[in-house]
């Protein structure tokens, strides 16, 4: 349950990033891309072949989901050597918060 500070808190956040919203709700509307981004509250970060392999898809269509999480910036990637990971983008206080209501 949200305490008063909580409360105001995400009314102030809400007011700022009215405009996303629509577009984050969007994209964790889809019952696979919504259990990915759930999937990173128990692992740091993923790659490609982590979200194929534990969602059963291809790599092509777990490439594109992380693309949509991505693009809505819910998620951001981040290269090392030639493995390219994808993490929460948690310096976005709305990722924040979204992560909050999925736990």
Not at 16 to 26: A, G, K, M, T
Not at 76 to 99: A, C, M, S
Request: aromatic fraction near 6%; proline fraction near 4%.
């Amino acid at each position: 349950m949200l305490n008063p500070k909580e409360i105001q808190k995400l009314q102030s956040l809400l007011k700022r990033e009215d405009h996303r919203l629509p577009i984050v709700f969007s994209a964790l509307g889809d019952p696979r891309r919504c259990k990915i981004f759930r999937s990173f509250l128990k692992r740091d970060r993923l790659c490609v072949s982590d979200v194929s392999r534990t969602f059963g898809i291809s790599m092509s269509l777990a490439s594109q989901h992380l693309k949509i999480l991505e693009v809505t910036k819910l998620v951001i990637r981040e290269k090392e050597g030639r493995t390219v990971y994808f993490r929460p983008n948690v310096q976005d206080e709305l990722v924040r918060t979204v992560i909050k209501a999925v736990q």
